[in-house]
C-alpha cells in the first residue's frame, strides 16, 4: 500500500527556515512524482514544489522559487521541503502527495493520487 506521512513542521519567526520530511513507501510505479502541497485556512490547496523519481525533474511554484529547495533521499522513501527566508504568508498545513505517473502539471492537486496527513507550518512576524 502507498503511504505518505508528513512531519517537521512548527513555529518560525519571519526570515528563518524549517525543514519538512515526507516519509513515502509503496510506490513501485516507473516514474511517478512526489509533491509537496499546502493549504492555509480560507484558500485553496496550492501546489509548492513537486519532484520526478526517475529523473529528479523538479518544480516550484512561483511563490517559493529561490526560497524553498525539494529534494530526495533513499530512492524517494524521503522527500524533504527545505524552507528558507520564510515569511508569514507562508503560514499554512503543508501536505506531501504522490502522483503515480510523473507529469509536467505535477503542481496542481487535481492530479495527484495519494496524500498524506498535513503538518502545520506557523510563521509569526
Known amino acids: 500500500d502507498v503511504q505518505l506521512q508528513a512531519s517537521g513542521g512548527g513555529l518560525v519567526q519571519a526570515g528563518g527556515s524549517l525543514r519538512l520530511s515526507c516519509a513515502a513507501s509503496g510506490f513501485t510505479f516507473d516514474d511517478y512524482a512526489i509533491g509537496w502541497f499546502r493549504q492555509a485556512p480560507g484558500k485553496e490547496r496550492e501546489g509548492v514544489a513537486c519532484?520526478?523519481?526517475?529523473?529528479?525533474?523538479?518544480y516550484y511554484s512561483d511563490s517559493v522559487k529561490g526560497r524553498f529547495i525539494i529534494s530526495s533521499a533513499y530512492a524517494m522513501n524521503t522527500v524533504y521541503l527545505q524552507m528558507n527566508s520564510l515569511k508569514p504568508e507562508d503560514t499554512a498545513v503543508y501536505y506531501c502527495?504522490?502522483?503515480?505517473?510523473?507529469?509536467?502539471?505535477?503542481?496542481?492537486?487535481?492530479?495527484?493520487?495519494?496524500w498524506g496527513k498535513g503538518t502545520q507550518v506557523t510563521v509569526s512576524s
Open positions: 519532484i520526478s523519481s526517475s529523473d529528479g525533474i523538479i
Open positions: 502527495a504522490g502522483e503515480v505517473i510523473f507529469s509536467e502539471s505535477c503542481l496542481s492537486h487535481d492530479g495527484m493520487d495519494y
